[in-house]
């Protein structure tokens, strides 16, 4: 199997995001977002091939950081 990736790092509040796709010829095997830096970090999310799915798992994680960040901030 030789596998291409798309990779698109992007940054919210010092937390690094991967947003990557990994293909098996023309065919996508993977589609995901990661946590690469700061809170959260290594959480994974996969999303399905729409716009709406892409950008359903961004709102959902930019949440989770919120929600994260206030935990941290009120010890």
């Known amino acids: 199997m030789t596998v291409k990736c798309n990779n698109i790092i992007v940054e919210h ?13 023309d065919k996508v095997v993977v589609q995901e977002v990661q946590i690469v830096s700061g809170n959260l970090t290594g959480h994974t999310w996969n999303f399905e091939g729409s716009l709406t799915g892409l950008s359903g798992v961004l709102s959902a994680i930019e949440e989770d950081l919120n929600i994260d960040s206030n935990k941290e901030g009120s010890n």
Request: aromatic letters at 16%; proline letters at 0%.
């Open 13 to 25: 509040y010092g937390t690094k995001i991967s947003i990557a796709q990994h293909f098996d010829g």
